[in-house]
């Protein structure tokens, strides 16, 4: 077996390729509308995560704090729960969900936050806000276990879960997406419009890619509404593109309402695409329509124009959230790629039962190491001090300056990608997804190629 999976060895971690838990939850919540989240600590465990979302995003929203100061930290703080919900509830009117999302310091003290629920709903939403649909929920997220990737996953659930509703079965399908652009819901939307299938969407991120408007309203907010989720307990099936980012909640639909699950494979390439398709026709009865085999025509074209000649044998490296990362390593090997090194930046020990790391485990016929808990160290080690070559990397941001440093292109993907314009507004998913990302991989290196001056590329007339 070439392809070996090890965690990583050192105690602590040097330069993290994950934040914390609440991440997740706050990134989820953004995707509900009439939905603004209050997150019980620090204001840093708001403000840095928000910076970094708006950042990616280039867009503003709304997340609040219950602004935990010393006081709190020691004696408890729910009276600044009590106090956030009012303020909150008084200052926007259209509000209806509030997610209490806690944090390291919250939960190490103990504050009880499904109590404090339970006291609101007895008290202040039966007396001062008598009559208007409020929906508070916990989510509990330390932040010293796990990480976004599984902060995300628990919040899914946490909607799910507190939503889902028994009623007449219904045609619909719940689609969730996991931690994704707007261009990736964008493109997942016209897969379904152009098979004729409806779907709950969790979440509906796609208004994050947001016009200017003369009226000035630049407050961007998601459109899954409380009636989508209720209906996840009606749909035909649950279809999680994302294992890690929407697998418990499909879970537990299957357990408490009978929903039947579709878990992955993440539709990253052609060969995921094309699985994602023939599951969703199976479920729904509904034919994959020609336009659909055209638009995979027009992928495969633009792939076959670079694959062999250009992207064949490049060694790559890639890190950021699982599903992504084994989606790209998938993707990459049906373009005669070298995928050498997958990082995975969590310790979930799940990930070595997943069938798709047996599958490479099986199947990669070249030297390969997949990391979990990995930070960004092992990438550098590897390079600096380990003799580890390579033609490129895929990631996030957080990750450029390796690039930078070693003089490594990279292609930017995933979750924050803050140094380069727009791309939250191109899918990686689907057949346009995978034109895309095939041809920024190839333009990337054509790229490094001048500027190395290769002078087989620089009189090159392809
Ligand atoms: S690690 Fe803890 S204190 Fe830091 S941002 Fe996350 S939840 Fe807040």
């Known amino acids: 077996m070439t392809c070996h999976v090890v965690p990583k060895e050192r105690a602590g971690v040097v330069n993290p390729i994950f934040t914390c838990q609440p991440a997740g939850a706050q990134f989820a919540s953004i995707g509900v509308k009439d939905c603004i989240g209050i997150v019980h600590g620090g204001q840093g465990c708001v403000m840095f995560v928000r910076l970094l979302i708006s950042q990616h995003l280039k867009e503003s929203f709304e997340i609040a704090s219950s602004s935990l100061h010393e006081d709190g930290a020691v004696f408890g703080a729910l009276n600044r729960v009590e106090e956030a919900v009012d303020v909150l509830l008084s200052r926007y009117p259209h509000v209806k969900v509030v997610p209490i999302i806690t944090t390291c310091s919250t939960e190490v003290i103990g504050d009880d936050v499904d109590g404090v629920i339970t006291k609101l709903e007895e008290g202040l939403l039966a007396e001062k806000f008598a009559g208007r649909e409020v929906h508070l929920l916990a989510m509990h997220q330390p932040s010293f276990v796990g990480s976004m990737i599984s902060g995300y996953d628990l919040a899914v659930r946490d909607f799910v879960k507190k939503f889902a509703e028994k009623g007449e079965p219904s045609e619909k399908i719940t689609l969730i997406t996991g931690w994704v652009n707007p261009g990736d819901v964008k493109e997942l939307k016209h897969l379904l419009k152009e098979m004729e299938i409806e779907a709950n969407v969790l979440f509906e991120i796609e208004s994050f890619d947001s016009p200017l408007l003369p009226s000035k309203d630049n407050v961007n907010h998601g459109n899954t509404t409380v009636e989508d989720l209720r209906n ?84 790559v490296a890639i890190y950021g959230a699982p599903d992504l990362v084994i989606g790209l390593a998938e993707f990459c090997l049906d373009l005669e790629m070298r995928p050498k090194l997958l990082l995975l930046g969590d310790d979930n020990s799940k990930y070595v039962e997943d069938p798709r790391i047996k599958a490479l485990q099986e199947n990669v016929d070249h030297e390969m190491e997949i990391v979990t808990n990995a930070d960004f160290w092992e990438l550098e080690d590897r390079i600096k001090n380990k003799g580890l070559e390579l033609d490129l990397i895929l990631g996030h941001s957080k990750g450029r300056f390796i690039s930078i440093d070693y003089g490594i292109p990279m292609v930017r993907v995933g979750f924050p990608t803050y140094d380069r314009a727009g791309l939250y507004r191109y899918p990686v998913v689907g057949y346009n997804g995978a034109a895309w990302l095939a041809e920024q991989m190839a333009n990337t290196l054509f790229q490094d190629m001048e500027n190395k001056k290769n002078k087989e590329w620089v009189l090159n007339v392809w």
């Not at 909640?249 to 699950?261: E, I, R, T, Y």
């Not at 027009?298 to 064949?312: N, P, R, T």
């Open 232 to 315: 996840t307990a009606n749909a035909k099936a649950t279809f999680v593109l994302n294992r890690y980012e929407g697998g418990k909640a499909a879970d537990f639909l299957k357990k408490k309402h009978k929903v039947p699950s579709v878990i992955g494979p993440t539709p990253i390439g052609i060969r995921n695409t094309d699985t994602f398709l023939k599951q969703l026709s199976d479920v729904t009865g509904k034919p994959i329509p020609k336009k659909l085999v055209h638009e995979r025509g027009v992928a495969l074209d633009a792939i076959a124009d670079i694959s062999h000649m250009f992207l064949a044998e490049k060694k």
